[in-house]
């Protein structure tokens, strides 16, 4: 399988074939349904939001939390489909990838196309083998959201297949 | 003879349940997916496999969470009548699943309201289904309700006059339509008949069966055995791969029903299905 590594540019995304599995590296942002909620109504009356989502990939996953000594607990991908509503406004600031499971709506589909964007899935119910390929955890907004709290992962050879390009 | 129950016990019982669910996946279920790995040849499906199985692995060895969705926690009590239970039953079940979330690391997944949403942070309450039975035992059984599935399951009230083929169409389309949302490959749990609240209890009942066992009744054998086939031959696949198992296996419980109905409910339930059970 290819490596990738995150951030993502425009210039990669165009390197990638539709149906490949690839092994990405580096930084993600977490969120889920709560949390793109509250992101999107903030975009959406012109507020400023906690994190940047330039050049930035989304992974919705909330993960369980870490047992002693562990960098996070269980942390599979959690069903896509549920942020669809919010997806095209926010790829239209910046959003460049994101990681979950499950089809998305036609919708979301043109966004990703139009934005130059991928959207990759990888193994739902896998959460404990996934949680090897995350080197870091750490929140960094919406901590009162417990598991829905917006976290900062560093992914290490993180397995995904492209869906949507 | 009347025996007498100290509620602590049933904590503990319901907290090593949980604890169980959450982090060993049933042998039955393993063996199907170790069954499914021989019979997929597509690349991506077989390493979805793989993957899933290595996990039940991880989450063993670790006393990790199979999927980070822990879950609602549903509880099924069967109590005997000549049972007396010492203290609150229904607190000693909520602190033994508080306890479990606690000490297992899983995540806290319930919110206080559905429209308010603010997270419980302890993953209580549980929802608990009471039953009476004879004897003088409690059989408890858990399970870890994931919403990946839960969202996508689905009832029908049919006619009473419709064939069976059109309830095997419904039961066939829903899982066509969830495509690999719910995780798959999954096991389907069917109920039939009673009234539409019974015919959802009897759907989230059936799937405690150990998979490869069949209705003692041969015409839901039957129809148990042809939906397995046609859902197979939809190709959906491991986490929508493609290829030959869609689904695990499918139970069907029924109940009498109505002159003028024939609920149907369809429980789709991931390839973790995750319950346990013990009797006290």
């Known amino acids: ?165 | 003879m009347i025996r007498i129950v100290d509620s602590g016990s049933i904590k503990d019982t319901v907290r090593d349940l949980f604890i169980k669910a959450n982090t060993s996946l049933r042998p039955d279920l393993l063996k199907g997916l170790k069954d499914a790995r021989k019979k997929e040849s597509g690349k991506k499906s077989r390493y979805a496999l793989d993957v899933i199985i290595k996990n039940a692995f991880i989450a063993r060895k670790k006393m990790l969470a199979i999927c980070q969705d822990t879950g609602m926690a549903v509880v099924y009590l069967r109590i005997g009548q000549s049972l007396m239970i010492k203290g609150d039953l229904k607190k000693a079940v909520s602190k033994g699943v508080e306890l479990a979330y606690k000490e297992g690391y899983f995540r806290s997944s319930v919110v206080n309201d559905p429209l308010i949403r603010e997270n419980t942070g302890t993953n209580l309450p549980p929802i608990i289904y009471t039953d009476i039975a004879p004897g003088n035992k409690i059989a408890i059984k858990v399970a870890v309700k994931g919403f990946g599935c839960e969202n996508v399951s689905k009832t029908r009230m049919f006619r009473p006059t419709d064939p069976v083929s059109s309830i095997e169409d419904f039961v066939v389309n829903s899982v066509k339509e969830a495509g690999s949302r719910p995780c798959p490959p999954v096991y389907l749990g069917i109920g039939m008949g009673g009234t539409l609240d019974k015919a959802v209890l009897l759907s989230k009942e059936a799937i405690f069966r150990p998979l490869g066992k069949h209705s003692k009744n041969a015409h839901i054998a039957r129809l148990e055995k042809s939906l397995l086939e046609k859902i197979n031959r939809l190709k959906v696949g491991p986490m929508g791969m493609g290829g030959k198992c869609t689904a695990l296996g499918v139970s069907v419980l029924t109940y009498p029903t109505h002159i003028a109905g024939l609920p149907v409910a369809v429980n789709i339930s991931c390839h973790a299905t995750r319950t346990a059970e013990a009797t006290i």
């Open chain 1, 1 to 165: 399988m290819r490596n990738i590594f995150l951030p993502l540019t425009k210039d990669a995304v165009k390197t990638l074939k539709s149906g490949e599995m690839v092994l990405l590296s580096g930084p993600v942002l977490t969120a889920r349904d709560a949390a793109h909620k509250r992101l999107f109504e903030a975009l959406k009356s012109g507020k400023k939001i906690p994190v940047s989502l330039k050049g930035e990939t989304l992974y919705y996953v909330g993960p369980t939390p870490p047992r002693p000594g562990e960098i996070i607990g269980s942390c599979g991908p959690t069903t896509s489909a549920r942020m669809d509503p919010f997806t095209p406004l926010l790829l239209k600031h910046g959003l460049i990838a994101m990681i979950g499971k499950g089809e998305r709506s036609k919708d979301v589909n043109q966004a990703i196309k139009k934005h130059k964007a991928v959207y990759f899935i990888t193994i739902g119910g896998a959460g404990a083998y996934l949680s090897e390929k995350v080197k870091s955890a750490k929140i960094v907004a919406y901590k009162d959201l417990g598991p829905e709290a917006i976290y900062r992962l560093e992914l290490k050879y993180f397995p995904v297949i492209t869906e949507v390009l």
